[in-house]
């Protein structure tokens, strides 16, 4: 079995957790998230804790009790505590500005750059060359991050660009004469 899918996820007080035939409901302080169930994959919710087994014994039944158990665990501290992902720009004239839920970006084209942030995603710009996306779905946070990087990835050559807070950038040497 599964050495991630043994391990139980714990429910956090004021989380709750409903569980049906096709899906798995969690709400919390952040939000509500809902995920289809896998048919290779039991789910018991039991003792404030859920516990995820295989329905039988084949690898792939193994292999997403695990994988279940990593998607709902990260489900739970979504709507706990939530996530973020936190880009800098580097480049002279590259500035930020949140405005509700559109994020405008001057990042070195002849026009700004919008973009328009989806249901559940907060963007906050603490400075002109931070960005703070944040939002209970893990995987949506990380998909926006990796779109407004992609406007603008970060060069070899200078650095300049989008880059993730903790991202290294190689900076290649220029051609010699």
């Known amino acids: 079995m599964s050495r991630v899918g043994k391990m139980p996820v714990a429910i956090p007080q004021g ?6 035939n096709e899906t798995i409901s969690i709400k919390g302080a ?17 003792a404030g804790s859920l516990t995820f087994a295989p329905a039988n014994d084949s690898a792939e039944a193994d292999a997403m009790s695990g994988t279940m158990r990593a998607l709902v665990a990260n489900m739970v501290q979504g709507v706990s505590k939530g996530f973020e992902r936190k880009l800098n720009l580097v480049g002279v004239g590259f500035r930020a500005q949140a405005a509700g839920s559109k994020l405008n970006l ?11 942030m989806p249901a ?41 660009g989008i880059r993730y807070a903790d991202e290294k950038v190689v900076i290649k040497e220029t051609k010699k004469k």
Do not use: M, W
């Open 15 to 20: 989380v709750d957790v409903t569980l049906s």
């Open 30 to 46: 952040q939000g509500t998230l809902v995920r289809n169930q896998h048919a290779l994959v039991k789910v018991v919710n039991a």
């Open 106 to 116: 001057q990042i070195g084209f002849s026009h700004p750059v919008v973009k328009d």
């Open 120 to 160: 559940g995603i907060k963007v906050e710009c603490p400075t002109q060359t931070e960005i703070l996306i944040k939002g209970a779905d893990r995987q949506v946070v990380g998909q926006i991050a990796a779109e407004v990087r992609a406007f603008r990835p970060p060069e070899p050559y200078k650095g300049k």
